[in-house]
């Protein structure tokens, strides 16, 4: 296979995907936020909080455009550039998507007509209704797609079918229940609240510095702040939660997050760290770190509730022979390749069986394939190497975003206590620290994917099925090509959705009968 | 509920979901006709608010018409969007546009200028019901891909689904009958907008205007719509043998399909007074506005009748012309009976979506949109 085409694959779903991620956060987060604002409207009947929840529309409208156009790409190029992915597991990764344009989609883009177009003509009430809906809508969709992702991560519910030569669902509910699912759903859509408050607080701290629309403001930091704060914390419960199940169900994905290379019992955690750029084969004498200040014993609590537990490290992971939860030795990659190439000329047997209509045959290669199948993915690997995800990239990543996430809990717990105590308006620090901490929110979102998905490499469905076996069949010139495409066309979109939303908060609300 | 079934009832959905989508491009075709039905920036804007409060649906439908595609039937999925790379990349270029455009064409900074985005919009509207037909069009007269599951055991080359041409589904724009399908679509899409136009917009110009323009529309309909169709009835198809699967050519196959399913003869019948009748009670009366509905329900069943033969009755819906045998069938291409079954539960829900669709697209359209409205903006406006 043309490692060229799975790379350039492989760099078009993640220019659509990051792109996407710059826009459904807020989506999610501002949602909430502006229901919030629309629902106080509705219980006190103060119009100021219409104008200002319709301020906050105005912006979600514009950010929500650019991220239906970047969705729309990544839903299709699980076909146009993952076709055998696509047919593979299409079994069960089809259904959550079907059931995110039935049940989630709908939703959101009926619902959405109404809240922007229906102030004059619905009722009060219709329109709350309408606007949590959009809402609901669009958190229901992240639930079933972030329902498919955790699937690849975890892939569970399912048995190989060697007669269609794909994966099928078996159990639905493992599938939309695993605990992968659950917290990563969680996280994610916190995340995008807290991007919601950030970008809420940060925008309203603009204004307090343009000495403008003091009253809105203030009243939306309040939101925002308690809004972001909950968020915040609750992210750090789902973000342990995450972390787990990385530890329980990809390890090496752990390995690379905290750049461990060498497994030990009672593995601390790294606070903060360098890498050690000399450091460029697993097994090479070079130390890990330039620089490193670890927590003792932590990252065995985290990984495994067990302070003393062992926790593998990288070589581990490649050489195996440490000792398993159950006790037994781990395999090492060599072995499970080994066992991968087994089922996969199980499989080739089976099928010329079945074909010989010879069924002792067949039943013999059916029953080592069964035996093998869970490395089957490994059987496409051709060197141990490929198996390590790019540690740098994941470390600073996963390091980035857990500082990010620790600095907005601050953050939040100074917005609120100053804006409780009347102190917001009068300290312009802090009114800068939140406008500048806006792309903060945005680099921590996109920080987060790169874990999750980086971190995951070479598979596409773990140990299951690596990229390089889940490609199309084009050529490397065509996915070049709509790369560089894709990447002018959303550039160019994103260039103007900034230029439009600076424009419109300029512009600022239309607050008309509110006197302060 | 047995597979052979679920797979029926599957490919039932799916079609639906495409007739309703070819009913949605209203939108495209109302977005194709900004420049030659809205002559000032004032009926320009009430158009684009007219067709723009109702493009989410168009654009969603299609999106879950891939989902539910995906689900149903994940070998199509895989193996036309993976080898048809250039006509689905163009498809989804051009709805990229249209997402922005709405709401970007009327912002202060949005970097382009208002034209560019409304002549975006027009490309949506002209592109999109063109490449979406001619795409369809495929279903019928075939595509050029092979199919081996054997392929996966070759770890150095695994991938099942290969496209046999290095045009990647760009060569269906040179079968003559796609092309057809494509203008047939468009056309009856701006006839829709026209209609649409009529019902919305309560202004005596956009009205006046729009019922001028459906007479010449209407007959380029009529001209590639007919000749599609007699070339369809006439044709041969691609048959599946019930007993031993393979799939073999049959003269007039399309033809035999709706003597051999009568009730999709009809529902396809209905649908063609449907649409004709929606015409020429508009172009006869002056006053009558309801046009869109009969010709709307007329476009959802004849396509969910064009459609039901492509997959229905032992019929190949996505053949393939360089080997037969690894033409795509409803019953070789779907998902498994325990997912299929999966989704049909999820399915029971759709009639209760389609209420609520309907009952909020009523709330919206008991005022008609006038030239007031749009320039007191008092409400969210593009």
Redesign the interface.
Known sequence: ?DTSLVDWSRAQFALTAMYHWLFVPLTLGLGVIQAIMETIYYKTGNAFWKQTAQFW??LF??N???G??????L??E???????????V??????P???????A??????????M???????SKR?HLL?TWLTIAGATLSALWILIANAWMQFPAGMHF?PD???N???D?WAVALSPVAINKFCHTVLSGWIEGSVFVIGVSSWFLLKKREKSFALASIKVGAVFGLVASILVLWTGDGSAYQVAQKQPMKLAAMEGLYEGTNGAGLTAIGVLNPDKTKYNDSAEPFIFNIEIPKMLSLLAERDADAYVPGIVNLIEGGYPTRDGTPALSAAEKMERG?TA??A??TY?QAVKEKDEVAAQQARNQLDEHFAYFGY??IQNPEELIPPVGLTFYSFHLMVLLGGYFILLFIVAWIWSVRGWFDKSAWLQRISLWSIPLAYIAGQAGWIVAEVGRQPWVIQDILPAS?S?????TS?VQT?FF?FLF?FT??L???I??????IK?GPKIIHYKS | MDYLFLQHYWWFLVSLLGALLVFLLFVQGGQSLLFTIGKTELQQKMILNSTGRKWEFTFTTLVTFGGAFFASFPLFYSTSFGGAYWVWMLILACFVLQAVSYEYQSRKGNLLGKKTYQVFLWLNGVLGPILLGTAVGTFFSGAEFTIDKAQLTDAAMPVISSWANSWHGLEAVTVVWNVCLGLAVFFLARIQALLYFINNIDDPEITQRSRKQLGIESILFLLFFLTFLVHWLLADGFAVNPETKEVFMQPHKYFLNLIEMPVVLLVMLAGIVGVLYAIIRTCLSPVWRKGIWFCGIGTILTVLSLLLCAGWNHTAYYPSLVDLQSSLTIENSSSSPFTLKVMSYVSILIPFVLAYIFYAWRMLDLRKINREEIQTEKEHTY
């Open positions: 296979m529309m105005k409208g514009i929500f455009a650019i239906v156009a970047t969705g729309i790409i839903e299709f699980f076909g146009t550039n993952w076709s055998n992915y696509s047919w593979f299409g079994d069960i990764f089809g259904a998507l079907a059931i995110e344009g039935i049940l989609f709908f939703m959101e883009a009926t619902f959405i007509a109404i922007f177009f229906g102030w004059e003509k619905v219709f309408s079918n269609t030569v794909r099928e669902m078996v639905f190439k996969i000329q499989l080739a099928r059987g496409y076996a490609i199309s069949n084009l050529s065509a709509t495409l066309l160019v979109l260039v103007a959705e230029g439009i939303m600076v424009k419109a512009k």
